[in-house]
Each structure stands twice: as C-alpha cells, then as structure tokens.
C-alpha cells in the first residue's frame, strides 16, 4: 500500500475514533524459525487485549467463526502439515450448547514448510479470525501476514513483523525487530474474579451444608470441650481451637492445590467439558446421591483413621494437626460426596478455581470450632444431635441426584444425541423435587430416618420452599424460560417443541396476521418474531406498513446476541413491540454466504480487497455508518434512515431496553 494511502486512512480512522467504539483488541506480529536448510517454522502471535478472547481453528459446526489460516500457494515451497495452535481455554459453553476452545492474553500459531526454491524471500498469507468479550463480539476479521524468510538463521532468535490491524480487518505493516516476549494467561480479569467469588461462596455454603450433617456436628461439642478442659487456661484452649481450625483449612486447601498441580489448571478445565468425563461424574453423583440416602456409606479404609489417631496423641502442634486430619477422615461419608462436587464444579473455571474452592469449604468447617472455644457459653444454643441430622443429610443426597442430570445433559449437548432434551430434564428434576416436598411432609419416609411423630416449623417451612420451587418448574414443560434456573436445563431450542409443547409456529400477534409473509420476511423462531435479514426489502415493508425500523446488528456465533434473545425479547412488554410496533431488521455479520456478482464490490475499509461475503458487507455497513463494529448493535431509525434516538447494544437489564424501545416508538410518532 502506499505512503499516501496509509497516511489519508489513518487520518480518517483517527477522526472515526474520536466520535465512536471501533475496537481492535488483537494486534498480530509475524515470525519464522529456521529449522534446517529446507525447513522453516512460520510463527503468528496475537497479543490479545484484557477481557477477550480468539476461537481456536476448531470449533464444532454452528459456533463461532474459528480462526483461520490461508497462505498464497506459490511454487516456491509447500506446507508440511497443518497449522498448530496452544492449548488453550476449553468451556462447554451454555448459549452455543457445544465445547469451545478459546485463547486469552497471547496465542501463537505456527506452520512449518519446506523449501522448494533456495532463493525465496518470503511468505504471504491471511488470518480470519473472531473475538469476543463479556458484552459484545465484533464481526469476523481479515489481516494480511507476511513471513520474512531472508535473514532467518537456524538456531537464531527470529525476527517479528508487526502487523497491526486498523479496523475490521484493514492494516498496517511495519518491519521490527523486537524480542520474543513470554506471557501466562492472565487470571486477574473482571469475568474470572467473579467466577472465584462465586465459586468461594458456593463452597463456603456448601462446607456450612456439611457441617450440618450426622458426620460433623457432634464434632463440634466433643472437640472444643476436649481443648478447653484439657488446655490450663481458657486462652491456651482458645489457641488450641484455632489452631485446630486452621489446620483444617490447610488439609482442604492442600487438597485442592493437589488437584490443580496433578491436572494442572488448564488440563482440569479441559476435563470438566470432556463427554465422558461428565457422564463419569454422573454415575459418581448417583453414587453420592444414593449414599445420602442411606443405600450404604461411602468410607476411607479404617486402618487409616487409626493410623492417624495413633499421631494425634503425640500433642502439640503436630497431635492437633493429625486430630484435624482425622477429622476429615471420619467425616468422609459426608464431606467427601460434596468436596468431589466442588473440586468439578471448580474445575469448570480453570486455574486456581479447586484451590479458592477448598478454601471457602473448608473455612466454613473450620469457624464454628474456633467461635465456640473462643465462647463456650455458645455450646448450650447448639441443637442437640439427632433426626433431623440425617434430614440434611437426605437433602443433600436428593440434591446430589438433581445436579447428576446436569452433567449427564452437558453430555447430551455436546454429542447432540437430543436424548435428554429440555422438557425430559425439567420432568426429572419437577420429580426429583417433587418427592423431596413429599419427603419433608413426612409422607415418605428411609431406612436410616427416625420416626417422624410430628413436623417442626423448619421443616414444614423448607417443603413448602421445595414444594413452591417444584410448581415454579412445571410450566418450563410448556416452554417457560425459568430464568431462576437457566443455567441447569438444556436451552429452550434444545427441546422436543422450540415453541413449547403442542405450540407450534401459529401463535398470536404478527404472525397470524401475516400468513402470507411479505417478500425476503421470515418468521424468526422461537418467538415468531417478523423479520427480514435484506436492508432495503426491510426498509421498503417498513414505509408500506407505516412502522420504524429496528436494525438488529447480530451474527450466528454471536454469545451475547443469544442471550438477549432468550432473556430479554421474551418480555411480554418488549415481544409485543418487536412483533407488532416495529419492522425487525436482523444483518448478520458473519453470513459467509458469497455475495452475488454484482453486490461484490470494493472495499471501502480495506482498499484493494473486495467484499466476498454478505456478512463482510453488513460489517462494514454497520462501521462506517454508525461507527462501531461490535454485536448486538440495536438502532431505531425512521422511514429517512434517521436514527430515532442514540443506538445501542448489549442491553441485559429488560426495563433498561424496554424504555429504549418506547422512546424510539415515541419519537416516532411525532
């Protein structure tokens, strides 16, 4: 490209800039590593900017756009192999229901060749690629790279090339030597310390659950009444307790870090989405959940618990350290289903996810011994031990068995088998809770329970909360969303009816109106919406109807524009404008279907490349005209293309994007 052209483009993408969010978060920078006198190693790096991330190369049929590798094929060398990429981020993600690689921080991608031609100085190629954020993904991007093959000596560190692209795939190369830098995927990023706060806080109640079980609440009296009588002073005693504490923490905490260490952080995560490995800890869970139950006791051999005890008599620091270990010896039949729960739980995150996990558990543990020695008075307050012991216990197994059926469905959703789809999994769980209402009335009664003369206030109060979140489920049959518990069931278009059982496409509002749908309209599943994916066909329907237009800037394997359509489109408020006020316009920006031969034009962004695809025509329409290249992207606009009021995009707050709506309808009206 030309000195002029760089310089004229910059001016105008600085002035774009200044008056909008055109985000380039992936700059890439080029490589070679020479191998052998005819073998050399072509290098790609994206630096990657905090909070995104870059789809691998394979991503499973319907996902995201995978990042993709194209050289020009010359006679001058031939590629040995495939492109190879870094290990990564695995996720069974819950909007696209499939397993997806990602990479966050830094990737490199590296293709080996064969020389053919001595005298070749270079190599040149393009990388498609797509990132996503927390709230917005951009539209696939096209970057020119180009390997320096002159001067790569073997042995020597390589020399990069940066190559920074200017917006939606425009670049800008320049020719550096810089050193090769060294990075670790980060774990400080807004998503992921959510994640660890989340994940700290359902261990923590998950270790207070545990406290509460035959196993671990007699503990309590009996080992802080041992320090405080056998301590000469109440401080010793109190110091005793704590220290006791502490230790239980470590021994959980270390439990953890073992797991992380022996699977390693990225290696755990990859397992937690592996189909057999979730059907694995399925069986495992109705293993729990049937311990829990009372069908038989889950224990560490006997010759261990002795072994140990024998060591807590030494005293000391050492004796209390091994009477904590005991501790969690004994009370594994309890403890050990929930801490294999969280350690899987945890390793869906990735990283130091077991470890922050152990911690929350085991604190929970841990506190009560300490408070009590601290205040022994507290002792007396404590509920004496007894039934309804193995009623927390039967809680936690009926819970244990609801959870099996989650990993089972991840199972399900990754080989597509449509075995357990949405309506089979809410009847599993609507009969799981069902029985568990019908349980905490003492209408069904276990081996192991006591009988039951009378029900306590706790206990008729926490069946009705069962009872009430059983009834909530049943409409789910029928196609409710169950927002309370949208993470657990498959999604709503994973179903036997996308539509709800016995629904089908002919429901109210626009589409029984329209039974002829107007030229390029299509009924938009599952909320039947009208909608055109073609502008001007839209735009015309619009001006013969006499509505606004909403541009409904989305794309296929776009996260956060799945997540508004199946969480806040289906407000009834905001439903109703989209299928009667407003004429939907949805332009995908990663239709890779070819643009027709007269439609093939020049690009206005990338000077000297000519748009291929519908999608590249959308996402450059979308830059330049309003100045933003991230999706979803929602405008109202008039019959003069004017935008009724200031655009906008990831919306998940319903009241929020509801009165962006009646603004827009309003301003329109006048």
């Known amino acids: 490209m030309k000195i002029k052209h760089l310089f004229f483009l910059g001016l105008f993408f600085i002035q774009l800039t200044a008056v909008a969010q055109i985000l380039n978060p992936v700059a890439w920078t080029t490589s070679v590593e020479k191998i052998s006198d005819t073998e050399y190693q072509l290098n790609a790096t994206a630096a990657i900017d905090d909070g995104w991330h870059l789809y691998s190369q394979n991503v499973p049929e319907n996902g995201p756009i995978p990042t993709t590798f194209t050289f020009v094929s ?114 400080t990023g807004k998503e992921k310390n959510k994640g660890f706060i989340a ?21 309590i009296p009996m080992t802080v009444s041992f320090f405080t009588k056998q301590s000469k002073t ?46 694995i800890f399925f069986l495992l869970l109705i293993v729990f959940a049937l311990s829990f139950l009372g069908a038989f006791e889950i224990m560490l051999p006997n010759k261990w618990a002795n072994k140990v005890d024998r060591q807590a008599d030494r005293g000391g620091l050492v004796g209390i350290f091994f009477m904590a270990l005991a501790l969690a010896i004994v009370s594994f039949s309890c403890t050990g289903p929930i801490v294999g729960t969280l350690l899987v739980e945890a390793a869906s995150k990735g990283g130091i996810a077991p470890i922050i996990g152990m911690l929350g558990f085991s604190l929970a543990i841990a506190l009560p011994f300490a408070l009590f020695a601290a205040f022994p008075g507290w002792l007396n307050s404590l509920p004496k031990s007894g039934g309804w012991l193995n009623t927390v216990k039967v809680v936690l197994g009926f819970l244990e068995l609801a959870l099996a059926f989650k990993f089972l469905s991840q199972a ?11 309506e089979v999994f809410i009847a599993i769980w609507i009969a799981i809770f069902g029985t568990l209402a019908f349980y905490l009335f003492g209408k069904i009664q276990l081996p192991h329970d006591s009988p039951l003369t009378h029900i306590s206030v706790g206990r008729l109060s926490m069946g009705l909360i069962v009872l009430t979140f059983t009834v909530y489920m049943i409409p789910g049959l029928w196609g409710a969303p169950l927002n309370i518990i949208s993470a657990f069931p498959p999604p709503l278009d994973y179903a036997e009816s ?20 107007p030229e390029g309209a299509h009924l938009l599943a599952p909320h039947d919406i009208l909608a055109f994916n073609d502008y001007d066909m839209g735009l015309a329907y619009a001006k013969k109807v006499g509505k606004p237009v909403m541009l409904d800037f989305t794309g296929w394997a776009c996260v956060n524009c799945r997540k508004m359509e199946q969480n806040v489109w289906p407000d009834s408020q905001v439903l109703s404008i989209l299928k009667n ?81 009646k603004d827009g309808l309003s301003k329109f009206e006048k």
């Open 74 to 187: 010359n006679d001058g060398f031939e590629l040995l192999g495939d492109v190879q990429e870094e290990e990564g981020h695995t996720i069974n993600d819950p909007v696209f229901e499939m397993v997806i690689k990602f990479f966050e921080n830094k990737a490199i991608f590296s293709q080996k060749i064969k020389l053919l031609k001595k005298d070749l100085e270079g190599i040149s190629g393009e990388v498609e690629f797509m990132v996503c954020d927390d709230k917005s993904c951009l539209p696939p991007s096209y970057v020119d790279l180009h390997f320096n093959l002159k001067g790569a000596t073997q042995g020597a560190a390589p020399s990069e090339t940066n190559i920074s692209p200017v917006t939606d795939g425009e670049v800008k190369s320049q020719q550096d030597t810089v050193s090769e830098e060294k990075t670790t995927p980060s774990n």
């Open 199 to 219: 994940i700290f806080f359902i261990a923590f109640l998950s270790g207070f659950a545990a406290l509460l079980t035959p196993c671990v609440f007699p503990m």
């Open 234 to 279: 109440k401080a010793k005693g109190i110091k005793n307790a704590i220290i006791y504490g502490i230790c239980i923490i470590v021994i959980y905490v270390l439990l953890g870090t073992a797991v992380t260490a022996i699977f390693g952080a990225d290696s755990l995560n990859a397992l937690a989405t592996n189909v057999w490995f979730n059907i």
């Open 412 to 422: 399900d959703l990754v080989l597509q088998l449509h075995f357990l789809e949405r």
């Open 498 to 517: 996308p539509y709800g059982v016995g629904n089908t496409k002919s429901g109210g509002g626009v589409s029984a109106a329209h039974q002829d749908l």
């Open 581 to 661: 006020e407003v004429v939907l316009i949805s332009l995908y920006v990663d239709d890779k279907r070819p643009l027709e031969g007269d439609e093939v034009v020049e690009s206005k962004l990338r000077p000297g490349k000519k748009l291929k695809y519908i999608g590249q025509k959308w996402s450059e329409f979308q830059t330049i005209r309003y100045k933003a290249n991230t999706q979803p992207f929602y405008v109202l606009m008039d019959h003069e293309e004017e935008n009724l009021l200031d655009p906008v995009g990831y919306t998940p707050d319903v009241e929020n994007y509801l009165n962006w709506l």
